[in-house]
């Protein structure tokens, strides 16, 4: 294959020869440069140094979304009151506000004896309170 006859200045002409049989390979093409991307200058204020910001990859929008452990839908105090009098024993409603370690003490305790299923009572209102504003941050 012959090259065209009046090439653009931005190929670059590559021939390689040889024999396939004693490792040396014909190689015949041509090679264009390849396109630099420029990063693109911020406007900046006359106080400031001028930065330079890189485009993100086009493959960065198919990034997977963070999936937290928990819960983020604001708790509901009638929900946690509910848990609290059926399962309270069982530490649902700790679970329910995201309290797992006194969840598990509350499981395996049976509610702390029942002395912190009572305590609860007067707990709930403030744990979720706290929950709901430890979500908006």
Known sequence: MQPPADPPTSMQDSVVG???????VIHNHYHTPQQVQQPEPRPTS??????????????????QPVRHMYSTAPKDMLVAYALWFFLGFFGAHR???????????????????????????????????????????
């Open 46 to 63: 006359q106080y400031q140094q001028p930065q330079v910001v890189m485009q993100q990859p086009q493959y960065a929008q198919y990034q």
């Open 95 to 137: 679970f329910y506000l995201n309290h797992i370690g006194v969840g598990i003490v509350y499981l395996l305790t049976f509610g702390l004896f029942g002395f912190g299923w009572l305590l609860d009572l007067f707990l709930i209102p403030g744990l979720v309170y706290r929950s709901n504003m430890r979500q908006v941050r």
């Open 18 to 24: 040889g024999n396939l049989h004693t490792g040396n």
